[in-house]
């Protein structure tokens, strides 16, 4: 090895180990929640570890490519169920993706230091290092793009067709990683033109190293082709609801020059405001690295001709598409696979500054900006944005919280938490995934302040964690219906109270008053056990108040609905509805999907009076029928007797006072 060789291998070795090091010490100062998408995928990938699923593509969440799953397999399997699971996945990414943009520098530009200063860039690249701590898919894109390139130049310098294979199964795993990465096809097909157009002499070589290439490619995305083939909605959902506000606006045009002026100027101007992205707003290259940057982008146009220019700017502009065609531009994860064309960029920047500068003193300066930027990356990456009090609410620490309280219940506990709820697209993951699959069972989440849930018969304890600032309500319910109750304060911000949590001790039974006890079963899902009508002489313009008690006999996947009617004389258009009230239970924070058998629902339903209803006598009714999808379809209801009541039952006359 001769000398120049040996100290760019340390050198390369150095910038592997900074990256290295900053990938694992971000794992350890990782903010202590977990998002949504994050956990989503570490509980697909639990099912994929139980063997249990083998999916081709996942289609919860709104559907995404599998390979980040498969990949959060292994250290689910070696390290167990920890949050962080996920996010080791995305640091090795992140890492490989460092060693393969220095292998791309070095195949597109041989004999120079581009390939390293490029690994130096995107390690310490606050834009990288935030996806490389990330535990979903975009950083994925990162090493298959790299990967792809490197093998497709060294195919063509060498005319060995192992690197062309090697960058086939690059670009295929790319295709199975992330949606934006369905734009990158078009950067080693510019590659490839570029270089059959520079180099007449080798063609043939050439193309047949590209269809290998692309052979590979094919095989590997194969699969998941005829799963969209099959089921060609889900290659075009996700794809839909991202750009229907550019793509699916009136003026398409303006909205994608607007948008790729706001993903430029991410670059320097104002950046992602995401804080799971990024410290909100800050641009994506400091001082330093977008004066490095572009001075290598016009080097490159200085040397328009050549094949490696073509590549590199075909990858910049292609890599940055995702996020102009799609809504909230900047957006720094879908356009994450063109950071290795922009580190390697900024590295041909560096090499020329240092070669026009010349002097000592101008090479100290080039040193000093790479440093400083280097350590600015450090401040603003583990001391700004890992401090930021954003960081609680964007990656879901609540949920963390949450979980981590109900944890400590007894075995067998009913656990609930409030005031959340599980929305119709199912947004509790993160609970969902540090409680376990068992627990979460026993799980049930609802918005104290709308409503109460109770267990009618305490067996084996109950557990509640009550966001306090949010939820007054429930601790008293919980004082009136049980004796015994102990409290706990759990975790305080700024000093204040923020989660409690209350255990009601085995063996207890609900005692929940109301005002007409009153029987009556709804099917086989849910029981009247009494109500309360607050409204004694209502007057037009009134807000009446119906208070029922529920009691829950079964689980069900179906969404019912409850509709209470005041009923009166026949209108001139025939309707005798004169106001109604249709409601999920629980203000829809505690739907019918989520229910257990044996527990308390406590809800309230208002009822608005007409300012110009009539006075006089009506009739109040109450029902259940199936929501979404359903057609309307009522429940039959049941007296104590077993005798049938219709689809709806009477409760009690009203009386309408004149106003």
């Not at 590295?347 to 500068?357: L, Y």
């Not at 609410?393 to 309280?405: L, T």
């Not at 009247?528 to 007057?539: D, E, I, L, N």
Request: with cysteine; charged share 15%; aromatic share 12%.
């Amino acid at each position: 090895m001769t000398l120049a060789k040996r100290h760019r291998f340390v050198l390369s070795a150095g910038v592997l180990l900074i990256a290295a090091g900053l990938r694992l010490w971000h794992i350890s100062q990782s903010p202590p929640g977990l998002y949504l998408d994050e956990a989503f995928h570490l509980l697909q990938a639990q099912e994929i570890a139980r063997g249990e699923a083998l999916p081709v593509f996942i289609t919860g969440n709104n559907g995404y490519e599998p390979l980040f799953v498969y990949l959060a397999v292994i250290p689910l399997k070696i390290l167990g169920p920890v949050a962080w699971a996920g996010r080791l996945v995305a640091a090795w990414a992140g890492l490989i993706g460092v060693a393969l943009t220095m292998r791309a520098g070095h195949e597109l530009f041989p004999g120079r230091s581009v390939g390293m200063l490029a690994g130096l860039v995107l390690a310490t690249l606050v834009w990288n290092l935030a996806f490389s701590r990330f535990g979903s898919q975009p950083i994925l894109a990162v090493p298959t793009a790299a990967g792809t390139l490197a093998g497709l130049w060294l195919g063509a310098r060498t005319g060995n067709r192992k690197p062309f294979a090697l960058a086939g199964v690059s670009l295929g795993l790319g295709l199975d990683a992330y949606l934006g990465f369905r734009l990158f096809p078009a950067i080693p097909l510019a590659a490839g033109l570029a270089l059959l157009a520079a180099r007449p002499e080798k063609r043939r070589e050439l193309a047949t190293g590209g269809l290998l290439a692309a052979a590979v490619a094919a095989l590997i995305f194969a699969p998941l082709a005829l799963f969209f083939i099959r089921n060609p909605h889900w290659f075009f959902n996700r794809f839909g609801q991202t750009t229907a506000e550019t793509l699916g606006a009136g003026n398409s045009g303006a909205a994608l020059a607007a948008n790729s002026i706001k993903t430029i100027g991410g670059l320097f101007v104002q950046g992602d405001s995401n804080w799971r992205h990024n410290l909100a707003g800050r641009p994506a290259l400091d001082v330093a690295q977008a004066f490095f940057f572009l001075a290598g982008t016009g080097v490159c146009l200085r040397q328009w001709r050549r094949p490696e220019t073509w590549t590199l700017l075909v990858w910049l502009i292609v890599g940055l598409s995702p996020s102009m065609l799609t809504f909230q531009a900047p957006h720094f994860g879908r356009a994450i696979m063109a950071t290795p064309a922009i580190a390697i960029l900024a590295a041909i920047g560096i090499e020329n500054t240092w070669k026009w500068a010349r002097s000592r003193a101008g090479h100290m300066l080039i040193a000093i900006a790479v440093i400083l930027s280097t350590a600015l990356t450090v401040n603003v990456f583990f001391g700004q944005w890992a401090s930021d009090p954003h960081l609680f609410e964007f990656f879901e620490v609540q949920q963390a919280w949450i979980a981590r309280a109900l944890k400590t219940a007894p075995a067998d506990s009913a656990l609930y938490a409030t005031p959340l709820h599980i929305g119709y697209y199912h947004d509790l993951w993160p609970i969902e995934f540090f409680l376990g699959r068992e627990a979460y069972g026993r799980f049930g989440a609802f918005n104290g302040q709308a409503c109460s849930v109770l267990p009618a018969h305490v067996t084996a304890g109950a557990t509640y964690a009550v966001i306090a600032p949010d939820d007054p309500n429930t601790p008293a319910v919980l004082a009136a219906a049980f004796s015994g109750v102990t409290h706990r304060t759990i975790d305080s911000l700024a000093g204040t109270p923020y989660l409690d949590v209350y255990q009601i001790p085995a063996g207890r039974t609900a005692r929940i008053q109301v005002a007409t006890p009153r029987r009556i079963d709804f099917g086989d899902l849910v029981r009247m056990v009494g109500y309360t009508w607050t409204a004694a002489s209502p007057r037009p313009g009134d807000v009446a108040q119906l208070k029922v008690v529920w009691e829950t006999k079964q689980t069900t996947p179906i969404d019912y609905k409850v509709f209470v009617h005041l009923i009166g004389a026949p209108k001139a258009d025939g309707t005798i509805i004169y106001t109604q009230r249709d409601a999920r239970p629980c203000a829809d924070t505690y739907p019918t999907r989520q229910w257990h058998p044996g527990e308390l629902v406590i809800d309230t339903y208002s009822l608005a009076l007409p300012a110009d209803l009539p006075s006089g006598d009506y009739l109040l009714k109450i029902g259940w029928y199936e929501g979404e999808g359903g057609a309307g379809s009522r429940l039959p209801a049941f007296d104590e007797a077993g005798q049938f009541l219709g689809d709806s039952v009477l409760l009690e006359p009203v009386q309408i006072s004149a106003p």
